[in-house]
C-alpha cells in the first residue's frame, strides 16, 4: 500500500505540471511558469502532495546536471568568437552594477553579506530559454537585436560558472586560499576546452560509429556523458554541475552535437519540467503571505534596476534606443541559473534558509512576469519599423494601451467617486432632515401633553 501511495502522488504531480503545462502554452506562453505554478500548488504550503524535502533536494539535484548538460550543448564556443567584444564588456559592467546596488539594498533589509554576493549574481544571470523563445515569437533570432541579445546571454551563460564555485565556496569556511585555487583551476579548464574546441574543429566522439543512429544506445550514451562528466569533476575536488556543464560543452561543439542533441531533448524536457517543479515546490507560501512587503520591495527593485541598467548598458555600447529598450526588456527577468545559485548556497548554508526563501519567491514572481514581457516584445515588434529615437518615444509607444487603460480607470474611478459622494451627500441630506422632522414631532408632542395638563388643571 505504501508503494501504490507513492505512485499515486506521483501520478497527481505528473498531471497537475501537464495541466498546468498545457493552460500557459494555450496561451502562448513558456510552460516553465506552469511546472512552477505545479510546484507550488502540491508543496508542502500547497495541498501537501508532496512534502518529502529529500524528495525535493532530489529532483533539484538531477535537473541541475540535465540542464546544465543541455545548456552546454546548446553553446556555440564559434558564435561568441565573434561577438565577445560586445558580450563580455556588457556582462562584466552588469555584474558589477548588480553587486553594488545589492550591497546596497541588503543592508537596508538586513540580510548578510553572503545573500547580498548571491542576490548581484541572481539578478546579473537572465532566462535565457525565455529570451530565444521571445525572440522566436518576433522574428527577430537572426535580426541585429537577437544577435546581441544572444551574444550576452552566451556570456552570461558562462559567467555563471565562476559565479557557482564562488557560491559553493562562500560556506561557513568562507572564501579561503583553497576556494580561489578551485575557481581557478575551473577557469583554466574551461579556458583550455575553448581553445581546444576552436583550434581542433568538430571532432568525433569515442565509439560515434555504434552509438550514432541507434535508439537505445544514443540515450543512454548522452547520460553517460553527462553523469560521467559530473562525476569526473566530483572526484578531483570540483563542482559535479561544472562537470556536467563541460561534458555539454564537449559534445556541442563536436560532429556528433545534433543526433546526441536529438535524442536528448526528450530527456532535456521532462528534466527541465522536473526542475522547475522542484523549485515550485520550494515556494513557501506562508513565507510569501508573511512577508509580503519585503517580498514585493525587493522584487519592484530587482526588476526595475535590471531593466533600467540593461538598456543603459545597451545604449553604452553603441545600440540605439530601440534595440537597447528591446534587449533590455527581453533579458529583464531573472534566469533559470539563479535557482542553481540559490540551491548550491542553501545546501552549503552560505545563507539562512528565510533569506533562501526570500530569493526564491523574487525569483518565481520574476518567471511569473513572463507573460507581461511577451507582450511587450511583441510591440516592440510592431513599432520597429518607426525608427523612434529617444527612449521616452519607445516607452511611450511600448505601453500605451496601459496608458490609454490607466487613463479610462481614472476616469471611471472618478465617475465613481463622484456617484458616491453624490450619493452620501444625498443620504446626508436625508439623516439632517429625518433628524429635524423627528425634532418637530417631539416638539409638537411636548406642546400638546403641556396644553393637555394645563386643560386639565382648568
Not at 429 to 447: H, M, P, W, Y
Amino acid at each position: 500500500m505504501e508503494h501504490a501511495t507513492d505512485h499515486t502522488g506521483l501520478a497527481f504531480v505528473v498531471f497537475t505540471a501537464l495541466a498546468c503545462g498545457m493552460v500557459f502554452v494555450h496561451f502562448r506562453q513558456p510552460p516553465l511558469v506552469g511546472y512552477l505554478l505545479a510546484g507550488a500548488l502540491l508543496g508542502p504550503t500547497g495541498f501537501k502532495v508532496v512534502q518529502s524535502e529529500g524528495m525535493i533536494a532530489g529532483f533539484a539535484e538531477i535537473g541541475v546536471l540535465m540542464l546544465l548538460f543541455v545548456v552546454g550543448m546548446e553553446l556555440s564556443v564559434r558564435s561568441l568568437k565573434y561577438t565577445w567584444r560586445l558580450a563580455l564588456p556588457a556582462v562584466i559592467m552588469q555584474t558589477s552594477a548588480s553587486l553594488i546596488v545589492m550591497f546596497a539594498a541588503s543592508s537596508v533589509l538586513g540580510l548578510s553579506n553572503s545573500a547580498a554576493v548571491l542576490l548581484g549574481f541572481v539578478v546579473a544571470l537572465s532566462l535565457t530559454a525565455v529570451a530565444v523563445k521571445l525572440l522566436e515569437e518576433i522574428g527577430s533570432l537572426r535580426a541585429r537585436v537577437g544577435r546581441i541579445t544572444v551574444a550576452v546571454l552566451i556570456a552570461q551563460d558562462l559567467a555563471f560558472l565562476p559565479m557557482l564555485l564562488i557560491i559553493e565556496n562562500m560556506g561557513s569556511s568562507g572564501f579561503d586560499v583553497a576556494a580561489a585555487t578551485q575557481v581557478g583551476i575551473s577557469a583554466l579548464l574551461l579556458f583550455g576546452l575553448v581553445r581546444l574546441l576552436l583550434r581542433q574543429g568538430r571532432q568525433h566522439l569515442p565509439f560515434y560509429k555504434i552509438i550514432v543512429g541507434h535508439v537505445d544506445l544514443s540515450p543512454l550514451a548522452g547520460l553517460v556523458y553527462c553523469f560521467g562528466g559530473s562525476a569526473l569533476m566530483g572526484a578531483i575536488g570540483l563542482s559535479p554541475a561544472y562537470g556536467a556543464f563541460l561534458a555539454g560543452l564537449a559534445i556541442g561543439n563536436s560532429a556528433e552535437r545534433q543526433p546526441i542533441l536529438n535524442v536528448i531533448r526528450p530527456i532535456q524536457s521532462i528534466m527541465l519540467m522536473v526542475f522547475f517543479l522542484s523549485i515550485g515546490l520550494l515556494l513557501d507560501l506562508d513565507f510569501v503571505w508573511k512577508n509580503l512587503g519585503t517580498v514585493l520591495l525587493l522584487f519592484l527593485v530587482v526588476t526595475l534596476f535590471k531593466s533600467a541598467l540593461n538598456i543603459f548598458i545597451f545604449r553604452l555600447l553603441n545600440e540605439s534606443w530601440q534595440r537597447a529598450f528591446m534587449s533590455g526588456v527581453l533579458i529583464s527577468q531573472l534566469g533559470e541559473f539563479s535557482f542553481l545559485l540559490v540551491v548550491s548556497a542553501a545546501a552549503i548554508a552560505a545563507i539562512t534558509p528565510g533569506e533562501s526563501k526570500l530569493i526564491i519567491s523574487v525569483t518565481v514572481l520574476s518567471l511569473a512576469l513572463s507573460p507581461f514581457w511577451l507582450s511587450t516584445a511583441r510591440r516592440l515588434q510592431r513599432i520597429a519599423e518607426r525608427r523612434l529615437t529617444t527612449l521616452k518615444l519607445v516607452f511611450e509607444a511600448t505601453f500605451v494601451e496601459e496608458r490609454l487603460l490607466a487613463r479610462r480607470g481614472t476616469r471611471w474611478t472618478r465617475r465613481i467617486a463622484a456617484i458616491l459622494r453624490y450619493n452620501v451627500n444625498i443620504l446626508k441630506e436625508r439623516i439632517v432632515i429625518k433628524r429635524a422632522i423627528g425634532r418637530t414631532k417631539e416638539n409638537s408632542l411636548v406642546d400638546l401633553s403641556s396644553r393637555n395638563s394645563k386643560s386639565d388643571d382648568a
